[in-house]
DNA sequence: CATGAATGAGCTTTCATTCAT
DNA sequence: CATGAATGAAAGCTCATTCAT
């Protein structure tokens, strides 16, 4: 009954399904069932609405990829992050593809500048400090490796191959990494 | 001279640096230095503009990613096709930025559907049958992480991380496919 | 003070006067002094719009038409008829005249053909009723006939003839009917 | 392969199938086959390949809607030109939508204003002629009344009623008349 | 006689946003 | 908090017409 929740959460899936400009506020509206006042008394302007639901989709994307502290070892460390990505894939899908689309369309993306850059600085922090455990003198560059392999895969499966054997390359990177 | 190319080239340009839906016919008239008369002379609608575009590209691609069928080693091979893939990411930057674009966008997607299938199956096929004479048994996965990582890459080299370091992931494939 | 109703009247005139699409939208607007959008927000199209008004005159159309059921005879009930007929002739100029040109120019008659088949079917109904009390044999012919002459009337008085003999054609089919 | 008659052709068809306004020159020359330069170098605009085929029309009209001078009587007259036009109705239907969309349609109507009113006077003067015969007195009033009629038949029948007893009203009216 | 590239004005429609209620 | 009428700019696209070849 919250129409202000109503409206993030069906913009969210509209935006991961249509992208932000193919998405207008009198589709939001009629899908969501409030007038076009509410949209703008909420929220400043369209963009505005853009932030926020890119704001709390990264406190998701940080729970889902963060590695539990507590694994002993660096390894241990990756494989629960690979689980949770790919659990993380399977379930949250349209999350995943809305950031894929928000970051990559230009124009999304210089809406969202500062919040992309915190966002990929934290996840390749959180990664960084696994692969310093592991190999110090490469993590950087083993770091960014890991990254663009998981979301070149993602990208992949969401947008390019329609039968994406996920469980196989699931596997193929655990046994790598692990 | 040739105000037809002169549409498509101002076209591609615009698409990459400010996505499809972002770039107005208008634009593209005023850039170009052509009426917008002439556009839809050329071409029956913007979206048929896009796939001409699309197209072209993907034989562009087709060449930058082609291994030298010469070499004699697989590994050779692979390596051709690193080199060729890292050349075009620098000197190509518009293109590939177009091409992620054009493919991660949901509304250029389905525009694109069945150019974007045609080529991607192109691409695998392409990776595979080298992966095919290294490791026969795995080589379907090899080949999705293969372009799983490249395709990440350019994305984070493109849309993420400014100060991305290309040479050094270059020289890590490199090290790690031959 | 109602800006839908003054665009329906304003682009009830200009079809009348100019035809359907000899009247751009932008040419009701700056009649009626609204803006372009208010147009679409009240009118799904431009064609809604002219089913909204055609199915309006329908109704004044009927209420002219209508025989007066308090009449004892046919003959009176036909003069009654003719009466309106010419009455509304003269008084409702435009009105007439839309509707003409409506359901004969082709474009606008595909967007209205329910609209025209539904009112024909009633007008003829009506007129037969009438006929049908006075020759129940050729009843239908007498309709057709009936609203043929008049229609005819009608066609000639508008688009035609400038100087058309209206009062004198009313006493001949006044004469000839009752 | 008289690539001017051809257009003429074309045009008349599609006029009389889609209005004035409804058919883009492209699509008459698409239609015809041939360029859109041609359409141009033969008639000086738009409006002058419709005067052009309203003039030729005119033509036909007149040969169809005369009446056999070598009858004897007025009445044996009126059955001719009743007969040729009923003939006509049903062989050139185009022909008569033709007409009647482009003196109905305002926009036409102005191009052709003064063909229109020549043609008018002609036929009315023709009509007139045979009823002077039958009864001087009310000779204008009869004539516009049996005009009248005939118009508002082929109105009825192109453009209104489905299923238009065209042979019964035909012959209502030879009786009638003769 | 014949082509088709090129133009520019104008078309219908969409859209983010404002504001009185 | 909530509505929806109203705006005005800009979108994609059509079209009659011109002109160099």
Redesign the pocket.
Known sequence: MD??EQIIGVATQLFAERGF???????ICETA??????????F????ELLREIFSRTTELIKDINAADPSCSTPQAQLKDMLESFFAGLAANKSLFQFNLNMMLQPFTRSILQDLIDKRAAFLLQSVRRIFEEIDPENALVLSYGFIAELDGMALHYFSIYEDYPLAEMKNHLLKKYT
């Open positions: 129409k202000k400009q193919n998405t207008s506020v009198s589709l069932e409030v007038s076009k006042g509410l949209v703008f008394h909420h400043k302007s369209k963009q």
